[in-house]
């Protein structure tokens, strides 16, 4: 199903554009969707890199809308999980 899009501003559009690949913006399923992969793939990434305990329960990310922040206590720890989150990017080909 091929579909395009346009993009209006100030009454002028520009020319149509195809959409390749993703979830269309607002489609009822996209946080869904977004929600489902995002768990997997932090959970994925901070596996093995130790806990980060807040009052006692394990915290590794704080997800909010599209927001992602990822907890760790030290930083060389916190760049080890970018890195494999960057090479699990890599390998699924995203774009």
């Not at 100030?10 to 269309?24: A, D, F, H, M």
């Not at 913006?25 to 596996?47: D, M, R, W």
Request: charged share 30%.
């Amino acid at each position: 199903m091929a579909q395009s899009v346009k993009v209006r501003l100030n009454r002028v559009e520009t020319r149509s554009v195809k959409i390749g690949r993703g979830v269309r913006q607002g489609y009822c399923l996209s946080p869904i969707l977004f929600n489902l992969h995002s768990e997997c793939i932090t959970k994925e990434a901070v596996e093995g890199f130790g806990d980060f305990k807040i009052r006692g329960h394990i915290i590794h990310t704080v997800k909010y809308a599209d927001d992602l922040v990822l907890l760790a206590k030290e930083e060389t720890v916190l760049q080890n999980v970018i890195d494999k989150l960057i090479e699990m990017e890599n390998a699924m080909e995203w774009k």
